[in-house]
């Protein structure tokens, strides 16, 4: 079983439509991060939060580390918003969820 | 300005051979890694260096090997290529390590797709 597991792992939206994207983790961590793949390949930092919540433009992440779970969620999604988001909880070293690949239809 | 570039973005070479990727990083940060992305998009770490030491050093064949001149970069070596080390590899750097209170955000290089034949 993977340390850290992400939920679901395939999305399609529609244009508008409100995302959730769930993240839980086994391993005892102070902060968890939320990373974005683009199509071509590259890979962004989203978010690093270790309580509470972090809001920018669209996108919320949320943490409960007494629960060991996170979510993402991207309000009034659009079609550049697909990407492979992915989940990573630093240990000793990080470790990743397997991704979620969101697809938004216009 | 790139911040942490790394070449070649493509790789294509032939089983036995050595090779090298570069990684260099702008940001004046401590800590640089490697990861590898295999065909399933699954992301697992392989090295981690701060401060040109090496901190993390997962399960990866000896045939890899990490060279860090200073802090800046983080070149991955790799001897006697083999078919199953055909992947994405991802060079990234943050200023604090992940045990530092969970770290800093991560920035990563563009990848690089080694495909060996």
């Known amino acids: 079983k993977n340390e850290v597991e992400q939920s679901p792992q395939n999305l399609t939206a529609q244009e508008g439509e409100f995302i959730t994207i769930n993240c839980s983790y086994s391993?005892?961590?102070?902060?968890l991060h939320w990373l974005q793949q683009h199509p071509g390949g590259g890979i962004v930092s989203l978010f690093m939060?270790?309580?509470g919540k972090k809001k920018h433009g669209r996108l919320i992440a949320t943490i409960n580390i007494q629960e060991k779970h996170s979510s993402l969620h991207i309000t009034a999604s659009h079609p550049r918003d697909s990407a492979v988001y992915i989940c990573?909880?630093?240990?000793?070293?990080?470790?990743f969820g397997a991704g979620t690949r969101l697809t938004v239809k216009p | 300005d790139t911040a942490v570039s790394q070449t070649p973005k493509y790789l294509v070479t032939q089983m036995g051979n050595d090779k090298s990727i570069k990684c260099e990083q702008n940001?004046?940060?401590?800590?640089m890694y490697w990861y590898k992305q295999d065909s399933k998009k699954f992301l697992k770490i392989m090295f981690s260096?701060?401060?040109?030491?090496?901190?993390i050093n997962e399960t990866v064949p000896n045939r890899f090997s990490p060279k860090s001149p200073d802090k800046a970069h983080l070149n991955l070596h790799i001897n006697s290529l083999e078919l199953g080390d055909s992947a994405v590899y991802f060079c990234?750097?943050?200023?604090?390590?992940?045990?530092?209170?969970?770290?800093?955000?991560?920035?990563f290089g563009n990848g690089t797709r080694l495909t060996v034949t």
């Open positions: 940001l004046g940060h401590d800590t």
């Open positions: 990573a909880a630093p240990n000793n070293d990080m470790r």
């Open positions: 990234a750097s943050s200023q604090l390590t992940g045990r530092v209170n969970g770290g800093s955000p991560l920035h």
């Open positions: 260096y701060n401060n040109k030491e090496l901190i």
């Open positions: 939060l270790s309580s």
């Open positions: 391993v005892g961590i102070s902060a």
